[in-house]
């Protein structure tokens, strides 16, 4: 039986890494257990990861984000790459992406291992159009070497381009965008110029006993993922989904853990059916999103038109976000842009676990809320998604420490401060808007049948729309 976590977990096993993993979701580890048996849910865990702190990727789980980070030709050095990861766990990834295509990527790559809290993700395809000089020059035993030697240097997942087969390739001829995914387009060019099937597609079970191995997880790359809202959906990536959900349970035969990627570019009304697909093809494996961006027209804010289609991606069941940056289509980020990418995509995972009532996850936006209203600013800046961010901002019209206990800030000025002007309406006591109840007579007021009794959370003592339905309200308004 391989020594992977979920071999382990499929015999009973409740291993350090699930119970880490437990106590860091806050969930029982015999859940955890279940949902790593049954392929729901990840632990990538290179047994040679010696830095790793465990973590979990699954619809069940809270929802993670992937920075990429990596040389590229023109730029390389090893204090710089790691000054990168440095970079990427500060602002709050889960996962990295060693994505190096420049000088030194072995030194790199173990330098990452060896310092990474989080578990490092590559694609080995990279390296081995590095070796071979041209992509049509790679061979199966090249292919091979790569992986099982980055597997050796405790790369927790790999992106394996497996499920782009040469008789998809015909499928893609009328794109507007063609093949976008690195790792696919070096796919393409190799099977139509050698006229062969897939080299990782033809490898698949070698690479899956090398991953049971060492227990690397699959990330089974979608390389014809959409490049453009004109190209979502089309027959290609999804003729591409179906083989991948062949692998995966493939994989799953091997005792070898797998995430599926998906795209991309999709416009916002065919998100969640993207989400419903994978899951469906791929039997619940968690699904790893790129954005999807929703619209193809702001260069320079893709990780706006991303975060978007990523926070409907993570509402509707994708258990991790890689992140795109400002820079995306544009150059290689910086880090400020790796800064501003994350930020965005925290923004969306958090709000998609809002939205699927992930246990706990709420509270966090309940305590920067009454921070807020209690003008408690240092408090608020503590909690705040980016609290350098949202300091600087504030200070930069309000800098003096009497501001931070100010009951306003610049925006709407002393005067204006809605939140002031409540609180001094407000009964001091009970902090009710009581006194309207024995000067006004509100039940013959021309708005009485449409200005129901107060059913702000403010009064508890009335029942919500849930608990009463919208009859017995409108029965209320008209007892009282
Ligand atoms: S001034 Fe406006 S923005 Fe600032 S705290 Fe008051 S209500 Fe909020």
Not at 28 to 54: C, K, S, T
Not at 364 to 388: I, K, M, T, V
Request: aromatic share 6%; net charge negative.
């Amino acid at each position: 039986m391989a020594n992977t976590q979920i071999a382990a977990a499929r015999s009973g096993e409740i291993t350090t890494e699930i119970e880490r993993v437990a106590e860091r979701e806050n969930r029982d580890p015999e859940f955890v257990r279940e949902q790593v048996a049954e392929g729901q849910a990840v632990i990538p865990a290179n047994r040679n990861h010696d830095a790793l702190d465990p973590m979990i990727i699954g619809r069940e789980f809270s929802t993670k984000v992937n920075a990429n980070i990596g040389n590229s030709e023109t730029t390389s050095d090893l204090e710089t790459e790691l000054e990168k990861l440095h970079t990427a766990v500060h602002y709050g990834a889960d996962t990295v992406m060693d994505l190096g295509t420049g000088s030194d990527l072995d030194e790199i790559r173990e330098a990452h291992v060896e310092h990474s809290p989080i578990p490092i993700g590559t694609v080995p395809l990279y390296e081995a159009v590095k070796r071979a000089e041209s992509p049509e020059e790679i061979t199966t035993e090249l292919l091979l070497a790569v992986i099982e030697k980055q597997a050796e240097q405790g790369v927790d997942y790999m992106t394996i381009h497996a499920g782009i087969l040469a008789e998809h390739l015909p499928l893609t001829d009328g794109r507007k965008t063609g093949i976008v995914s690195r790792g696919g387009s070096i796919m393409a060019q190799w099977m139509e110029e050698r006229g062969e099937q897939n080299p990782l597609f033809r490898v698949y079970d070698d690479i899956c006993e090398i991953f049971a191995e060492h227990d690397v997880t699959f990330s089974l790359g979608d390389s014809l993922r959409p490049g453009s809202l004109a190209d979502a959906c089309d027959e290609a990536q999804y003729a591409e989904l179906d083989t991948l959900g062949e692998l995966t349970r493939i994989a799953w035969d091997h005792d070898v853990q797998v995430m599926v990627e998906g795209p991309g570019h999709v416009p916002m009304h065919r998100v969640a059916e993207n989400i419903a697909r994978q899951q469906d093809v791929c039997d619940g494996a968690p699904f790893y999103v790129l954005g999807p961006l929703v619209t193809d027209i702001a260069p320079g804010y893709d990780h706006i038109t991303s975060a978007i289609g990523a926070a409907m991606a993570a509402q509707a069941g994708a258990a991790m976000l890689c992140y795109v940056t400002p820079k995306e289509h544009l150059g290689l980020p910086e880090e400020e842009d790796v800064r501003d990418g994350l930020a965005a995509y925290r923004i969306a995972a958090h709000s998609g676990d809002v939205a699927n009532g992930l246990p706990g996850a709420r509270d966090w936006d309940d305590a920067l809320s009454e921070a807020r209203y209690d003008f408690d600013w240092r408090e608020q800046f503590r909690l705040a998604l980016d609290p350098d961010r949202a300091r600087d901002y504030h200070d930069q019209t309000l800098p003096g420490d009497n501001y931070k206990e100010a009951r306003f800030c610049s925006m709407c000025g002393v005067d204006f401060c809605s939140m002031r002007i409540d609180q001094d309406a407000r009964d001091v006591e009970d902090g009710e808007m009581s006194e309207l109840e024995t000067t006004t007579d509100l039940e013959s007021s021309p708005a009485a049948e449409v200005n129901l009794p107060p059913v702000g959370t403010h009064d508890s003592s009335v029942p919500s729309k849930d608990e009463t339905g919208e009859d017995a309200l409108v029965e209320r308004a008209g007892d009282d």
